[in-house]
C-alpha cells in the first residue's frame, strides 16, 4: 500500500510541477515565487519589528500562530482543486488502486505544498528570533518540531 500511495504521490507532484507545463505557464510558477518572497518578507519584517520592541519572546508564538492559519487557508482553497476537482478519477479508479492510496497520495501532496509555505513563514522568523534572542539548542528542537 505504502509503494503505490508514493508512486502516485511522485507522480502527481511531477504532475504539478512538469516543466513542460512551467514553460507554457510561466505566470503560475512567477506568481508563487513572488508569494512565497512577500510572505518570508513579511514575517522577517514583522519578527524584527517585535525584536526591536524587546518583545522577542513573542516570536515563536506568533510563527506558530501565522502559520497555523495560513495552512488553514491554502488547504480551505486548495482542498476542492486537489481532491475532488481533478478530471482523472475514471483512469485512476480502473486501475489496481484502492480509493484510500489515492485520497492519501492527495492529501500527502497538498501537505507538501503547505509545509513549503509554512516553512516560508517560521524559518525567517526563527532566524531573527535567534539574532535579537539568545540561541539555545532546546528552542531550536523546539521550531525543528
Known amino acids: 500500500m505504502k509503494n503505490k500511495t508514493l508512486l502516485l504521490l511522485k507522480a502527481q507532484l ?9 514553460r507554457e505557464n510561466k505566470f503560475f510558477l512567477i506568481s508563487n515565487c513572488i508569494l512565497l518572497v512577500m510572505l518570508a518578507t513579511y514575517s522577517c519584517l514583522l519578527a524584527i519589528g517585535f525584536g526591536v520592541m524587546n518583545s522577542a ?6 510563527a506558530l500562530t501565522v502559520g497555523g492559519l495560513l495552512g488553514f487557508f491554502f488547504t480551505m482553497f486548495k482542498t476542492n482543486s486537489i481532491i475532488f476537482a481533478n478530471g482523472d478519477y475514471d483512469r485512476l479508479f480502473s486501475l489496481p488502486i484502492s480509493e484510500k492510496e489515492l485520497i492519501a497520495s492527495r492529501f500527502l501532496s497538498m501537505y507538501i505544498i503547505n509545509t513549503i509555505f509554512l ?3 517560521m524559518v525567517p522568523m526563527m532566524v531573527v528570533y535567534y539574532l535579537f534572542g539568545s540561541f539555545t539548542w532546546y528552542n531550536l528542537l523546539i521550531w525543528i518540531l
Open 119 to 121: 516553512f516560508s513563514v
Open 14 to 22: 511531477v504532475n504539478q510541477f512538469n516543466p513542460k507545463q512551467v
Open 57 to 62: 519572546s513573542a516570536i515563536p508564538a506568533y
